[in-house]
């Protein structure tokens, strides 16, 4: 099984200010890799799909890289709707896996 | 509009059964592989199945192999999870999820269903 590690575990941020998020996979997982996140009592959203592809209607301050086990997330510039918990996700080998979520909250 | 409701969350005994089900609109859903996650309370997301778009291939978590069965009805655009000896951490929010509506990824998220296992 693929394990999918993020962190930090939680990232204390100022609205307006870039935020950058780490996962690291146990082995490659090339760029199948996507990215969610969360807000409570909502079920996850979409951000970023193979590595660096946004998903549509996700703003241009949203940008992902990385290929093989290390990725990253970009929020260039954190509104307030984007507090919430971040999910890494590979979907390269069987059992698909999570990253254990990086919480971003207001600082 | 693309969309995902799922239904058939409840109450349950420990070792006692649940079919969960996800009613699927907007797109043709026999094109369109499906998956279902889960998410504890408190906790972080855990997949745990997938389906091919004609049902002819399925893959399990670890966690849940033996136990769940899941399903489609392409006719009904309905997807299902058999969910059998259930134990206490099996107790989540299923959430199912399909790449329709989107490009890549799992773009369309049902509204997820709670599962509790108490006796």
């Known amino acids: 099984e693929i394990v999918m590690t993020q962190s930090p575990a939680t990232l204390s941020v100022s609205p307006g200010e870039r935020a950058t998020l780490s996962c690291r996979a146990s082995?490659?997982?090339?760029?199948?890799l996507a990215w969610y996140h969360q807000k409570p009592g909502q079920a996850p959203r979409l951000l970023i799909y193979?590595?660096?592809t946004r998903a549509t209607g996700i703003p241009g301050r949203f940008s992902g890289s990385g290929s093989g086990t290390e990725f990253t997330l970009t929020i260039s510039s954190l509104q307030s709707e984007d507090f919430a918990v971040y999910y890494c996700?590979?979907?390269?080998?069987?059992?698909?896996?999570f990253g254990g979520g990086t919480k971003v909250e207001i600082k | 509009e693309v969309q995902l409701v799922g239904s058939g969350g409840g109450l349950v005994q420990p070792g006692g059964s649940l079919r969960l089900s996800c009613a699927a609109s907007?797109?043709?859903?026999?094109?369109?592989?499906m998956n279902w996650v889960r998410q504890a309370p408190g906790k972080g997301l855990e997949w745990i199945s997938y389906?091919?778009?004609?049902?002819?291939?399925?893959y399990y978590a670890n966690s849940v192999t033996g136990r769940f069965t899941i399903s489609r009805d392409n006719a009904k655009s309905l997807l299902y999870l058999q969910m059998n000896s259930l134990r206490a951490e099996d107790a989540a929010v299923y959430y199912c999820?399909?790449?329709?509506?989107?490009?890549?990824?799992?773009?369309?998220w049902g509204q997820g269903t709670l599962v509790t296992v108490s006796s």
């Open positions: 999820a399909t790449v329709a509506g989107g490009t890549g990824g799992w773009y369309t």
């Open positions: 907007g797109f043709t859903f026999s094109s369109y592989t």
């Open positions: 389906i091919s778009s004609n049902g002819s291939t399925t």
């Open positions: 082995q490659s997982v090339t760029s199948n």
């Open positions: 193979g590595a660096s």
């Open positions: 996700q590979q979907y390269y080998d069987w059992p698909l896996t």
